[in-house]
């Protein structure tokens, strides 16, 4: 049962991660003074806590999370977001960068339209408040997205940026990773698709070592060697 | 005077060949649908079940949202062709029956609290029937369920024994359920022992189901080591694809920093972003 590479295994729901002296994280529980795995996932152990890396399931909207959705009802002071959560999300007038007057939100959004938004606020019942009035939030017109699956989007970006600005480099498109899995991208249509191809090798290989070059080497095949440098 | 039917041989041995207390053979493949969230594909002697699990999701009807926690919900269907004279589609009693002991026994072990106002859907398809499908259906379930990323307890195993020609058995096949004189389908939770599933059709002693439930229990942990190493298989293709796993996603050195954030923040990400025109909303 153990798979240890590195002091990274594979975990299944129920398997024992530790005892006493480490201290439940995330996907993980605690019975009897034993820490067990919740998820299926990468077990992980970082300043005295065991979280499970999970390698699937729903996204989850946390506070401070960007992402991407899209306008699927509208009130007369609010609209309602699907950002690919089990929760729907609502965007209140008081959260967008324009004064809205009552009733008035058609002339602003309507239904059909994606936006880059912020999650504000996410109450204990998983009420969730999205904003779009800080800095680099707005309406995202042309362009596609791509979806995969959340728990990918820190490979998507890697370490501090390093795989979305390789992309960037390469393709010279321009690109928004939320952290639902939503993935926008605008360029020349062909920059696209050498984009989105690029976009779901890492979702395929997301567990692989060394992904970084491997993308490269995707890259220097469809484009040639770096522009830069 | 009927022909009688005899199950067992001089050396006890069953029909199919196996001893009393042998499973038939089992296979499982985690993730085999695109479209799910979550899926596995079981086949247990000729039994062949697909399990779907989607969600957590926004549970529908509104008004059968709980505010403290998620739903299980579960749908047990035999298709048409599962068996050998054409079974009429759609639910009969059968089927609500199982669906909801399923649900039941799934829900036992999923953290509900998590998700409130949502419900997780299980859908398990019998494909092809062969005595024992609640138990297949309910296991590939439980494989699918973790596939889907749910946070689970632990899995849901389970396993049925029963009696037949006047002996206990393990895991009836077709003709021992049909003929026997008892059926007895049990689920648990192997790391903590629990029963969440059991039911009995005909009749057993008390010891007869004592020594019987004991026997499916010993099976289940068997199986149990079946679904896990199903699931290890789904994910190990690309934890081995290029050696080790990958490196460990550092959180930008703010360390002790209890575990909230495990992936880089994309804030970061969006900096080397072009400057954009505005757009023309409110005009």
């Known amino acids: 049962m153990v798979e240890k590479s590195a002091g990274r295994e594979l975990v299944v729901p129920g398997d024992l991660l530790g005892t006493a002296d480490l201290k439940p994280g995330m996907g993980t529980f605690a019975e009897d003074g034993k820490v067990y795995a919740a998820l299926l996932g990468i077990k992980n152990e970082r300043s005295g806590y065991i979280n499970i890396v999970p390698l699937s399931g729903r996204y989850i909207p946390r506070p401070g999370d960007s992402v991407i959705g899209m306008v699927t009802d509208r009130g007369p002071s609010h609209w309602l977001l699907e950002i690919n959560s089990p929760y729907p999300a609502p965007l209140h007038v008081n959260e967008v960068p324009w004064r809205v007057d009552y009733g008035d939100t058609a002339r602003y959004l309507d239904i059909g339209d994606i936006l880059l938004l912020k999650v504000l606020l996410v109450d204990e019942t998983k009420r969730v408040v999205l904003t779009m009035k800080e800095h680099g939030l707005r309406k995202l017109t042309g362009g596609q997205i791509v979806e995969i699956s959340h728990s990918k989007v820190p490979r998507v970006i890697g370490r501090k940026g390093s795989m979305i600005s390789l992309i960037k480099e390469f393709t010279r498109c321009r690109l928004f990773v939320g952290q639902n899995g939503r993935i926008w991208i605008d360029g020349d249509i062909d920059d696209v698709h050498n984009t989105i191809s690029v976009i779901k090798r890492i979702e395929e290989e997301a567990q692989v070592i060394g992904l970084t070059e491997s993308v490269k080497s995707m890259l220097e095949e469809m484009y040639g060697p770096s522009p830069v440098e | ?283």
């Not at chain 2, 067992?8 to 009393?20: C, P, Q, S, T």
């Not at chain 2, 259906?137 to 699918?144: E, H, M």
């Not at chain 2, 460990?248 to 969006?270: G, L, Q, S």
């Open chain 2, 1 to 283: 005077m009927e022909p009688e039917v005899r199950l067992l041989d001089e050396n006890k041995r069953r029909l199919d060949g196996r001893a009393v207390d042998e499973l038939r053979p089992i296979k499982i493949e985690a993730g085999v649908l695109n479209r799910a969230d979550g899926s596995a594909y079981l086949e247990w002697g000729g039994n062949k079940v697909l399990a779907a699990v989607y969600g957590p999701r926004e549970a529908h009807p509104r008004h059968r949202q709980d505010p403290a926690r998620a739903l299980v919900q579960c749908r047990y269907n035999m298709a048409a062709f599962s068996v050998s004279d054409r079974k009429r589609p759609g639910p009969d009693r059968r089927s609500v029956e199982i669906s909801k002991v399923v649900s039941e026994a799934l829900g036992h072990v999923v953290f509900k609290e998590q998700f409130p106002r949502t419900s997780v859907d299980v859908f398990i398809e019998v494909l092809q029937a062969e005595a024992g499908t609640r138990c297949a259906g309910l296991t590939a379930a439980a494989v699918a369920m973790a596939d889907a990323g749910i946070p689970m307890r632990d899995l849901v195993v389970s396993c049925a024994a029963g009696k037949a020609d006047g002996t206990l058995l393990l895991d009836l096949g077709k003709e021992e359920d049909n003929l026997g004189e008892a059926d007895l389908p049990v689920a648990i939770v192997p790391r903590t022992g629990e029963i969440v599933l059991l039911q009995m059709d005909g009749h057993l002693t008390p010891e007869e189901l004592e020594t019987s439930l004991k026997s499916a229990i010993d099976a289940c942990h068997k199986i149990y080591e079946i679904q896990k190493d199903a699931l290890r298989r789904r994910y190990a293709v690309t934890t081995e694809h290029g050696g080790a796993p990958p490196p460990p996603k550092e959180p930008e050195t703010e360390a002790d920093t209890p575990p909230t954030t495990e992936e880089p923040k994309p804030e970061e990400v969006e900096a080397p972003e072009p400057v954009v025109p505005e757009t023309q909303e409110g005009e």
